[in-house]
């Protein structure tokens, strides 16, 4: 069964940058999109940004302009690139796959704090 592993999650000051990054593994399907997710306290899940296998991207529009999402197909990861930090970006960040048949895999999250 695939598994998902996020990691990059971590403090950082507003204005500052990380790096998320979700390795796929135990990979026996092909995975087709694969996007960002992102869990405030008290609020939903919402979609911070996706890229299909083919690289075509989709963003959230709190982000534009300061996230940048990618993937490596050989080695089945994908990564988040977050510019411009800012306090509201505090966050549970979640890494989705999409699998075949309409099936997903998510990841276990990994934390993103922005002090301010």
């Known amino acids: 069964q695939v598994q998902l592993v996020e990691s990059g999650g971590d403090l950082v000051q507003a204005g500052g940058s990380l790096r998320l990054s979700c390795a796929a593994s135990?990979?026996?399907?092909?995975?087709?999109?694969m996007g960002w997710y992102r869990q405030a306290p008290g609020k939903q899940r919402e979609l911070v940004a996706a890229?299909?296998?083919?690289?075509?991207?989709n963003y959230a529009d709190s982000v534009k302009g300061r996230f940048t999402i990618s993937r490596d197909n050989a080695k089945n990861t994908i990564y988040l690139q977050m510019n411009s930090l800012k306090p509201e970006d505090t966050a549970v960040y979640y890494c989705?796959?999409?699998?075949?048949?309409?099936?997903?895999?998510w990841g276990q999250g990994t934390q993103v704090t922005v002090s301010s």
């Open positions: 890229i299909t296998r083919s690289g075509s991207t």
């Open positions: 135990r990979i026996s399907v092909s995975i087709n999109a």
């Open positions: 989705k796959a999409d699998l075949p048949l309409g099936l997903e895999k």
